[in-house]
């Protein structure tokens, strides 16, 4: 029976449920203080192949360029749409998320917010 199944998991991992929950909960936190992004990643360089710039601990430092730019991107971060910058490595684009960064095509950056070109000169990147 699938109920005995779901209880048995349970006691072993958090199940997706909860940690579905425990993320909504860092993200309300987050969306309500309008707080920094600065994340660290599972991954720890670039998502392009081939490039291996070391992009593991990033505070993004949006405050830098004012209310204007800062603002709709960190909304969208909180808001788990996350944003699209370029590799300073490689060039490539990478979306950025409270949950993981991940490879784009130029297109698919297209479809989300975008950083400034220099982002990787303002941020602290570990
Ligand atoms: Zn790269």
């Known amino acids: 029976m699938a ?5 048995a998991i349970s006691e072993v991992l958090p199940s997706a449920q909860e940690m579905e929950h425990m993320h909504a909960v ?6 309500r203080h309008k707080m920094a992004p600065d ?9 392009h ?11 993004f430092r ?8 800062h603002d709709p991107l960190v909304r969208s971060w909180w808001a788990d749409v996350g944003f699209a910058g370029s590799c300073p490595k490689c060039d490539r684009w990478i979306h950025f998320t409270i ?17 400034p070109d220099d982002w990787h000169q303002k941020a602290l990147i570990l």
């Open 3 to 7: 109920m005995i199944r779901t209880a």
């Open 26 to 31: 860092y993200r309300e936190g987050g969306a």
């Open 39 to 47: 994340i660290v990643y599972s991954e720890d360089s670039c998502p």
């Open 49 to 59: 192949s081939g490039c291996g710039f070391h992009l593991q601990a990033i505070d």
């Open 62 to 69: 949006l405050e830098s360029y004012g209310p204007a730019v």
């Open 99 to 115: 949950r993981e960064e991940r490879a784009l095509s130029p297109t698919e950056a297209g479809s989300f917010p975008n950083l």
